[in-house]
C-alpha cells in the first residue's frame, strides 16, 4: 500500500475540512476513500464537493465497502466508541476525532477492543498535540529542564460559542445527545496537552457552571482544582461566554518556569540551581539585599523565548499524516488511540466533582458517574439513557 | 492639632520605613512622636538613628507619655488586637499594620472596640490600596463598566521567600509566633485588594501545601477556589516558591474584562453590548463566519491601556498621610480598621478547607478554627495557645 484510502464518517465542520485538506494534497500518504453522512443534506452536499467520490448514508456499508483502508470518525461523541469498535472489527485503521466518548467504560471498552486487534492502527485527532509549540516544551518537561512540577494553571477561555452555536442540532449541549458542554466539545484538546505535559492528577475538585451564560443544560463554565498526590497542584479554567478570551498556561518546576501565551509562544526560565538549592544557600544579609531591591536575581535564571504559528487546519493535515504514515510504515503515532481515555476521565471527574460537591478521586467509580449522566438524560427527557 | 505625632511600635523594617518615610517629610500632617521596641537591641538602633526621639521599650508606657497623638502597630501579627484595643483605650488614634489579627475573634474583639470609641480614628495600613492602578480599577468595577463580575483569577507569586527570611526570628512562619506563612504575612495585601474590588464570597475550597518547599510549619503554598453564591467564583494562587513570579489578575464580568499584570499595568476591555446580548443576537451565519475566522470580533469591543508605578514606599507615605489627614479634617480613610476583618476572615477559611478537607462558609464556626489552630500550636510546643 502506498495511500491509505480514507473513509470520512460525518460531514460536518471536521469531516468538511479533513476531506478539503486531503483532495488540497496538504495531507501525504492519504485519499479520500468514501464519505458517509446519515443526513440527506449532507449527502447532498458530499455529492456537490466531491462528486467523484463514493458516497454512503449508512456507515456501516462504507466499512463493508471495499473503499477505504481506515476511517476517521467525526460524529456525536457518544457514538466513537461504537464506531470505531465496528470499524476495527471489519480490518480498517481507525482514527477518531476527540474526545474518545463520553464515559470512561464506553471509552475502556473500545480501548480493549483496539488492543485486542493490533494490527489495526487506533488513534485520536488531538490535533494540538501537533502544534510544535507544545511538542517542544513536552520535550523540556520530560528532559527535566525545569525539573519536577510543582503547579500548573491553564486558563482558556478562547471557546467563545455564542447562544446561535448551540441551536445548530439537537444534540448540542444537551445531556443525552452530547453528554456534556465544554468539557467534552471544546477543551478536550486543553485536557489531552495539559495531562500530556504535566501528568494525571490523583484527585479533581471542581466548581462547574451548567446554563450559567447560555441557555443549555450543561456546562459553559469550569474550574477545577487537581492534586497529584506528591504535592504538586494544577488549576484549569474554561469557559464559552469571554468575548475576548484568555490562552496562558503556566508551569511551574523545581528548576524553572515555562508561561505559554496563545498557543504561540512560549517563556521558559531556567534556573541556574534547583529553586530550594537557591533558596537555602542565600545568606541573611543577601536576603536583607534582596528586600532593598539591591539583589540581581537576574543572574538566578536565563529566559529563552519560543515561538511557533501553526495555522489550525495544519495541525489537523499533521495528524492525518502521521495517522497514514504509522499505517504504511509503523511511524510512531502523535496520539494513540489508547490516550484518547485520560481527557475522558478527567472530564468525567470534574463533572462528578461538581455534582457531588466534593473531591473525587481520579479512578472514581465508573458506574456512580454513569448513574448521575443518566439521570440528566431522563430530566431532559430527549435521548435514551446509555449503557455501562 | 497641625501635626499628628505619631507612636511608632514595633521598630523592625516596617516600622523603620514609616519613621524614615515621615522624618524625610514625605508624610504631610504627621511626625514622629515616639517609637517603641522591647527588644534591646532594637532600642538601641532607634536611639541610633533617631537621637532626637523619645525611645520606650514598653508600649504601654508610650501610650502614656503624652508623646504621641496616634500609634502604628507593626508588631507580630497576633499582637494587633491587644495593642490596638489598649491604644485606642488611651484615647489615642490607631493604625494597625496588615493582617488586623490572626483570626477572626480576636479582630471581632478589636473591632468592636473601636466602633465603641467612634472619636478615635482606627484605620488599617493596606498600602496597595493606595496604588492608583488598584484605585482605577475599584471604580471601574463599581461604576459597572465591566458589569457584573462573572469570575475573577490571581496568580500572586512574587513573595519568593529564601530560607534565611524564616530564619530570621523565632516567631517566624510558625503557628504560636506568627500563626501561618503566606496567607498571613504576604498574601494579605491581595486577600484584601481581591474582596475590596471583588467582593466577599459565600464558600471557599483550597489546597494548601505546610513546609512543601521551606523547613517551616506553615503554609508556603495556596490555591484557594471561591464561589460568591450567585454563578461567579475566583481563585487565588500564591507561593513563597517561584524565583521569577507572577502577578497577573484577571477580572471577567458580563459587559467586559480586566487584566491586571504585574501590579503596573491593566488592560480594560470594554465590551460594546452586554456578552449574553451580543451572544443572543448573533445569527447562524455570522457564527460560521466566525468559525471561519472572518468575522471581525474587535468590532465588539474597545480596549484601554492603564499604567501606573508608584514606587513601594510611596503607598504607605500615602496611607500614613490619610491616617493624619483623616484625624486632622476627616478626610475619609483609604482603609478603615473595620476593613481588616474581611482578608483575616478569608485567610482563616482557605487554613480551614484545606484542614478539613472540605469546602466552609465564609461565615465558618470561628471557634472550630481556634481550637484547630490551638492544635498546631500545641504540636508545635514553642508557644502559648490562644484564647477567642
Not at 457531588?356 to 472514581?364: A, C, H, Q, S, Y
Amino acid at each position: 500500500m502506498n495511500t491509505v484510502r480514507l473513509g470520512i464518517i460525518g460531514y460536518g465542520a471536521q469531516g468538511g475540512l479533513y476531506a478539503r485538506l486531503i483532495t488540497e494534497d496538504r495531507v501525504p500518504g492519504m485519499s479520500v476513500g468514501a464519505i458517509c453522512d446519515n443526513d440527506p443534506e449532507k449527502v447532498a452536499k458530499i455529492t456537490e464537493d466531491h462528486p467523484d467520490t463514493p458516497v454512503y448514508s449508512d456507515y456501516k456499508e462504507l466499512l463493508a465497502s471495499g473503499d477505504v483502508d481506515a476511517v476517521v470518525t467525526t460524529v456525536p461523541h457518544y457514538l466513537h466508541p461504537e464506531m470505531a469498535i465496528a470499524a476495527i472489527d471489519a480490518g480498517l485503521h481507525t482514527l477518531v476525532d476527540k474526545p474518545a466518548g463520553v464515559y470512561t467504560s464506553q471509552v475502556q471498552e473500545m480501548n480493549d477492543f483496539a488492543a485486542a486487534h493490533p494490527d489495526v492502527t487506533f488513534a485520536l485527532m488531538f490535533n494540538q498535540r501537533a502544534n510544535p509549540l507544545y511538542q517542544r516544551i513536552k520535550e523540556i518537561v520530560e528532559a527535566g529542564e525545569i525539573g519536577a512540577i510543582r503547579r500548573s494553571n491553564w486558563i482558556i477561555t478562547t471557546w467563545w460559542r455564542p447562544m446561535a452555536y448551540y441551536k445548530q442540532s439537537d444534540w448540542r449541549a444537551t445531556w443525552g445527545g452530547e453528554g456534556g458542554g465544554v468539557l467534552v466539545n471544546q477543551v478536550p484538546h486543553q485536557l489531552d496537552l495539559w495531562q500530556w505535559i504535566c501528568g494525571v492528577p490523583q484527585s479533581v475538585y471542581s466548581k462547574v457552571a451548567y446554563g450559567f451564560r447560555r441557555d443549555i443544560a450543561v456546562e459553559d463554565e469550569v474550574t477545577a482544582l487537581v492534586d497529584y498526590g506528591n504535592g504538586a497542584t494544577g488549576v484549569l479554567i474554561t469557559a464559552v461566554h469571554d468575548v475576548i478570551g484568555t490562552d496562558r498556561f503556566e508551569i511551574l518546576g523545581d528548576k524553572g518556569k515555562i508561561v505559554v501565551e496563545g498557543s504561540k509562544t512560549a517563556t521558559v526560565t531556567r534556573l541556574t540551581k534547583d529553586e530550594r538549592e537557591i533558596s537555602d544557600t542565600m545568606t541573611g544579609p543577601e536576603v536583607r539585599e534582596l528586600f532593598k531591591g539591591n539583589l540581581d536575581t537576574t543572574e538566578l535564571y536565563t529566559t529563552e523565548t519560543l515561538e511557533y504559528n501553526r495555522p489550525w487546519g495544519q495541525q489537523h493535515a499533521s495528524v492525518l499524516e502521521n495517522f497514514a504514515a504509522h499505517i504504511l510504515d509503523g511511524t510512531p503515532l502523535i496520539a494513540p488511540g489508547s490516550d484518547g481515555m485520560t481527557g475522558v476521565r478527567l472530564a468525567n471527574a470534574i463533572h462528578l466533582s461538581s455534582w457531588l460537591g466534593r473531591e473525587v478521586p481520579i479512578d472514581f467509580d465508573q458506574s456512580e458517574y454513569l448513574q448521575l449522566l443518566n439521570e440528566r438524560i431522563r430530566a431532559e427527557g430527549k435521548f435514551p439513557e446509555r449503557e455501562a
